[in-house]
């Protein structure tokens, strides 16, 4: 195995609640009130529909807010990857990851390994770059008969990336809870991945919409947990070890130090990381493109430093 090169679960799709749009020469995030099941691929509107985005709807006008999934792995944390993520926006290289107690940071000594004290308090994550990054990895069951378009290959992963506190802590509870009420067989369990919505002060009464994860429809948690006994039974004597499989992927993610690589992060970083500044103040409705700083990534993580002490200003 190759060392320093974090080894994450094959992805062959993506979820979304949202795309990306051009505005004034400028391409920005756009929120949505339903999923979408993207490839990889990407096209001159965006990315390319996955066949099973189609397959899932009752009709193409349906709004896409449930989606029958499994999980791959037992242990929720290798489902779900969470970490405090400040990249840099100008190549997608991960600058600075933690979890609020530690974090691996470049600097020019290398990565190194610091205490983190989440971005409230930390004087690099002063510019409102460094956010809480969710990755959930999920098997999506295709619809019956429709097998192929899925590209089920057993271990292939759909992939839905979010920066919402709402989506993280609620997969988080979500899975802690259904592997203790499972005894351990989270990922035997039939599950519906479903798109939620609030109003909070903060969103002025605007629907918020977060990810959650619960038991099908007209499935309760007790037939769920004696569905998924009959499934890992049933595995087990096929020869399914899901240990190992676990055991697998928490070596894969600790064999590097970080698991975004420069050219995931660069589609990361124009969706969920866009170029912010004073409050009310659009970047869309700007004609030209914020300079870049110089100096290099060393001069930009040092000019982030000064900021957060109350250095150098920010450049225009």
């Known amino acids: 195995m190759l060392k320093g090169l974090a080894i994450t679960p094959p992805v062959i799709g ?11 020469g400028r391409r920005l995030p756009e929120k949505d009130d339903e999923f979408t099941l993207t490839s990889q691929v990407q096209g001159l509107e965006g990315w390319v529909k996955h066949p099973l985005d189609a397959a899932l709807r009752k009709d193409s006008s349906a709004k896409l807010r449930a989606i029958p999934v499994r999980l791959p792995f037992g242990a929720p944390e290798l489902n779900l ?10 190549t997608g290289r991960p600058l600075c990851v933690g979890d609020g107690e530690r974090c691996r940071r470049v600097t020019e000594q290398g990565i190194e390994s610091l205490p983190c004290p989440t971005p409230a308090a930390c004087p690099l994550a002063q510019d409102g770059r460094c956010k809480p990054y969710g990755r959930l990895h999920v098997r999506v069951v295709p619809p019956e008969g429709e097998m192929g378009a899925g590209e089920d290959d057993g271990l292939g992963t759909f992939v839905f990336r979010t920066t919402g506190f ?14 203790a009420v499972s005894g351990g067989l989270l990922a035997s369990l039939p599950l519906m991945l479903r798109l939620r919505g609030k109003s909070t002060t903060q969103s ?17 948690l007790e037939q769920a947990v004696v569905q998924a006994a009959a499934e890992d039974e049933r595995r087990k004597q096929l020869g399914f070890d899901q240990w190992g499989l676990d055991e697998a992927a928490r070596e894969g993610y600790a064999a590097g130090a970080f698991e975004e690589s420069e050219e995931e992060g660069g589609a990361v970083v124009e969706e969920f990381y866009p170029e912010t500044g004073p409050e009310g103040y659009d970047p869309g ?7 870049k700083s110089p100096g290099g990534l060393q001069a930009r993580l040092e000019g982030r430093l000064r900021r957060g002490n109350g250095g150098d200003p920010a450049p225009a």
């Open 14 to 24: 993506r979820i979304s609640i949202g795309r990306v749009v051009e505005k004034n």
């Open 81 to 90: 990857r969470a970490h405090y993520t400040l990249f840099d926006r100008e």
């Open 166 to 179: 709402n989506s993280i802590r609620t997969l988080s509870a979500r899975l802690a809870y259904l592997k």
């Open 204 to 220: 002025y009464r605007a629907p918020v919409y977060y990810v959650d994860v619960t038991t099908p429809p007209g499935t309760s």
């Open 285 to 291: 409705s700007q004609p030209e493109p914020r300079p």
